[in-house]
């Protein structure tokens, strides 16, 4: 009994201390990856089509975490490819997407929402951002033309994972020219961990992914369409999902709502965009302008 347990013991050990093998790349390679793990593709101009869903949670200080809502997406974008005599190859990604909020119980579309906290109803405004672009190019080399591409991942078997946190602080859109003094910062965390197949992201022969899985979490603070003021407390989702190159290959719950909401969302924008992007704070603020609504309860008496 005791040589099986040692047995065990070790056996457990040695898995835990199994790690991924670190793949890392420079130059030329690594601008490659990286497009295609970004547009799944390097053929300019090919649409990709990133698909998730999953779920919205609260938490607030002193109270059970809320299963708010469940959530649908997509994100449609293509890549522009360049080469410049010094920086050499580079690329640019251009894309818009939407994310809808569904009841948690019947994952129907909800257009209002009953507020738990303020016993308030409110306008549910979804994601629907064009643009959302890559800012600028990314280039295989500097001004001066030194190599300075890089890229890496974790490689367990056959599977390639990239992992990215991303924090979030920003002036939020919402506030007035004091943000400084009293606050008025969007404070948000963003969780990317993605899966391919590692012959196909380091194969330049291979053009076009076949797989590529995403897992997404976001921290981040209260929706603007909640209402939620100054009040405590966080959001959180998890969700999961896949990017392909097939058209056909949009979810069929997706392409009910691409086809009577958001048509345009079938396709990136052009790839020359230059617009600024949006993000849900820039939308909902013209969501209430449409309103006339900007500055209600902001009067003073």
Known sequence: ?????????FS??????????????????????RQKTTCNTLEEGKPVYG????RIY???????????FNVVGINVRQCDCVEDPIRGKGFRSVGREIMMYLNPETNEIMDTWENPWTGETVDV???ANDPVNMRGYVYEKDKDGKVTAKTSFRQYGDVAVTS???????????????QKYVGGTYHAMEIFNT????EELTNSKIKNLSQSNISWQRMSQWLPWMEMGS???????????????DKDGIWDRLEVILNDRYPIYFNPPERNDKRPNETSWTVFKKFLAAKGDTMQGTKEE
Request: glycine residues 8%.
């Open 51 to 54: 698909m998730w869903e999953g």
């Open 125 to 127: 405004v979804h994601v």
């Open 12 to 33: 457990m050990l040695l898995a835990l201390s199994t790690q991924a093998q670190k793949m890392e790349f420079e130059g030329e390679k690594a601008l490659e990856i």
């Open 58 to 68: 609260s938490r607030v200080q002193g109270e059970k975490d809320r299963h708010l």
């Open 231 to 245: 009040r405590s407390g966080w959001i959180i989702a998890n969700a999961t999902g896949e990017s392909i190159l």
């Open 195 to 198: 899966y391919y197949k590692a």
């Open 1 to 9: 009994m005791k040589t099986r347990v040692t047995l065990v013991v």
């Open 164 to 178: 990215y946190e991303i924090p979030l602080f920003y002036n939020n859109p919402l506030s007035g020219d004091y």
